[in-house]
């Protein structure tokens, strides 16, 4: 689409007309893992000041965890887009028609 609106411009458009979400999902995605990231540092810390075998409990059960999670928000973040592309295809069938 060449007369794509800017971000910032997107998030003023009332209409709806177009979508930001395909533009900014990558970014979303980064943010979940840093999240995902800061939680699981967040959580071998707490488990060291504890006991050294607590942490080292949280390291391991953590790294699987933040494995799942990044799983869980890859597939959450494919679908949506995928609906989007749904979206998209059915009103340009729409158009044609």
Same mark, same amino acid.
């Given at each position: 689409m060449p007369d794509e609106k800017g971000l910032f411009q997107g998030l003023a458009d009332f209409s709806f007309r177009e979508l930001i979400t395909p533009r900014i999902i990558k $970014?979303?995605?980064?943010? $979940?893992l840093l999240a995902g990231g800061v939680s699981l540092v967040a959580l071998v810390v707490q488990g060291m000041q504890q006991s050294a075998a607590q942490g080292l409990l949280a $390291?391991? /059960?953590?790294?699987?965890? $933040? /494995?799942v999670w990044a799983l869980y928000i890859r597939m959450m973040?494919?679908?949506v887009l995928v609906l989007l592309r749904i979206a998209a295809n059915t009103d340009r069938m729409a158009g044609n028609l």
């Open positions: $970014l979303l995605y980064v943010i $979940l $390291l391991v /059960f953590g790294v699987v965890g $933040l /494995f973040l494919e679908v």
